[in-house]
């Protein structure tokens, strides 16, 4: 499958932005998905993550009550909705699928789109 990040962009501290993931291939639906963000100098991270039909969702701690995961199987993608954005969000944003029902690791997931720049201003 492969996956295509995009809605990135410069936000002050306290905006909102819409990260979207579009996925190829007729099977989206049988892949957990997720997204991660890797912060400059930094590893990347978890952020969220959300199962085959969308029934349960997973979050960082450092994320939880502010973003929130969703996708839509009828037009093969995943969203992120961020809210309440903090200079320390900013990062490059990746999204990615799993075989799995889904996963808390970048060593669980099996492909990778290629990221999206998200710069939060204080």
């Known amino acids: 499958v492969q996956l295509q990040a995009s809605g990135g962009g410069l936000m002050q501290a306290g905006g909102s932005l819409r990260l979207s993931c579009a996925a190829s291939g007729r099977t989206f639906s049988m892949y957990g998905m997720g997204w991660f963000r890797q912060a400059p100098g930094k590893e990347r991270e978890f952020v969220a993550a959300i199962t085959w039909s969308g029934g349960s969702t997973y979050y960082a701690n450092s994320v939880k009550g502010r973003f929130t995961i969703s996708r839509d199987n009828a037009k093969n993608t995943v969203y992120l909705q961020m809210n309440s954005l903090k200079p320390e969000d900013t990062a490059i944003y990746y999204c990615?699928?799993?075989?799995?029902?889904?996963?808390?690791?970048?060593?669980?997931?099996?492909?990778w789109g290629q990221g999206t720049l998200v710069t939060v201003s204080s």
């Open positions: 990615a699928a799993t075989r799995r029902p889904y996963g808390l690791k970048v060593s669980e997931y099996d492909y």
